[in-house]
């Protein structure tokens, strides 16, 4: 079943889908179901993905460091050749 409807579609992605249509030597039509089905496809398997779950801890700080000395962080994290 095919349902005919109007579509405003942006400058950008108009050009996108002619010369898309022009270089598959398609029908509009067919290029812009093509499309759609993809970008719907490719839109249900991404809301499957778990959500990342980032766990804060306390990392302490480390006695005899002064963090407010950028190169002693520097010296401490990369050595005394960081010059």
Same mark, same amino acid.
């Given at each position: 079943? &095919? +349902?005919?409807?109007?579509?405003? $579609? =942006? =400058? =950008? +992605? #108009?050009?996108? $889908?002619?010369?898309? &249509?022009?270089? #598959?030597? #398609?029908?509009?039509?067919?290029?812009?179901?093509e499309t759609l089905r993809t970008g719907l496809d490719?839109?249900k398997h991404s809301r499957g993905r778990p959500k990342? #779950? +980032?766990?804060?801890?306390?990392m302490g700080v480390r006695p005899g460091i002064n963090? =407010? &000395? +950028?190169?002693?962080?520097?010296?401490? %994290?990369? %050595?005394? $050749?960081?010059?």
């Amino acid at each position: 079943m &095919s +349902i005919r409807t109007t579509l405003t $579609l =942006d =400058d =950008d +992605i #108009a050009r996108r $889908l002619r010369e898309e &249509s022009r270089r #598959a030597s #398609a029908p509009l039509r067919q290029i812009v179901n093509e499309t759609l089905r993809t970008g719907l496809d490719s839109a249900k398997h991404s809301r499957g993905r778990p959500k990342l #779950a +980032i766990k804060p801890r306390k990392m302490g700080v480390r006695p005899g460091i002064n963090y =407010d &000395s +950028i190169p002693q962080l520097l010296e401490l %994290g990369e %050595g005394p $050749l960081h010059k």
